[in-house]
């Protein structure tokens, strides 16, 4: 089955500079790949996400990049504020949207202002 | 769009009874929706996928007696943990699909589960 490799576990950036949060996948069929944000006592909530007919796709202050051939995406996150400070979990499904997600294991980011 | 809602927030039980946890995808229709448990500083972890009208499907480890789920409606799936123990306490969250949309789950806030 998929297993996805999320890295770093935890990462602390000053504000205003980027975060960078790696993941790969190991399924090459996979071909759908979001990023949630959760905080603490909180569900995760969806903030980007990528397929795999794109290589990248930005939302103003986020950004996610996708290279299938090395079956790896990451998530980057420019002029970074302390509210951006929370739990990032990337994963990755194939098919459908009847497909369960695969998580990482999630970064833990601090944005120290 | 694409609100799903979780109830209760969190319960506290006693060690052997049976809590009860509804989801909603409250204004979508969702043929699929899934559970997962999240222990502390730890990733969601799936237990089952359930799908309206039918059965659900119970990832390996998750015992199908132990924690029952009904998916009666487009909108609404349950989770019952029976004669619940301490190490059923946990984070459940539960997402869904949007009928015939795209790959996009939504989640749900999550339910905080205490057994004393």
């Known amino acids: 089955g998929e297993n996805v490799e999320q890295h770093p576990s935890t990462l602390s950036v000053q504000e205003g500079d980027s975060a960078v949060i790696k993941c790969t996948y190991s399924?090459?069929?996979?071909?759908?790949f979001p990023w949630y944000k959760q905080e603490l006592g909180k569900g995760p909530q969806l903030i980007i996400d990528i397929r795999s007919n794109v290589g990248e796709k930005k939302d103003q202050r986020i950004a996610v990049t996708l290279n299938k051939t090395a079956k790896h995406f990451s998530l980057h996150i420019t002029e970074t504020q302390p509210e951006d400070s929370a739990v990032y979990f990337c994963?990755?499904?194939?098919?459908?949207?009847?497909?369960?997600?695969?998580f990482g294991k999630g970064t833990r980011l601090s944005v120290i202002a | 769009g694409a609100v799903v809602s979780q109830h209760p927030s969190r319960v506290i039980c006693k060690s052997g009874t049976s809590v009860k946890i509804e989801c909603r995808s409250l204004?979508?229709?969702?043929?699929?929706m899934f559970w997962y448990r999240q222990f502390p500083k730890q990733s969601l972890m799936l237990m089952a996928t359930s799908n309206e009208g039918s059965k659900a499907t119970y990832e390996q480890g998750v015992e199908k007696d132990k924690f029952l789920i009904n998916h009666a409606s487009l909108t609404l799936s349950t989770l019952t943990v029976t004669s619940a123990h301490p190490e059923d306490s946990s984070f459940y969250i539960c997402s869904a699909c949007e009928l015939a949309s795209t790959d996009t789950q939504y989640f749900g806030p999550g339910t905080r589960l205490t057994v004393l």
């Open positions: 994963a990755a499904s194939k098919d459908s949207g009847n497909t369960p997600l695969v």
């Open positions: 204004d979508f229709q969702a043929t699929t």
């Open positions: 399924d090459s069929a996979s071909n759908y």
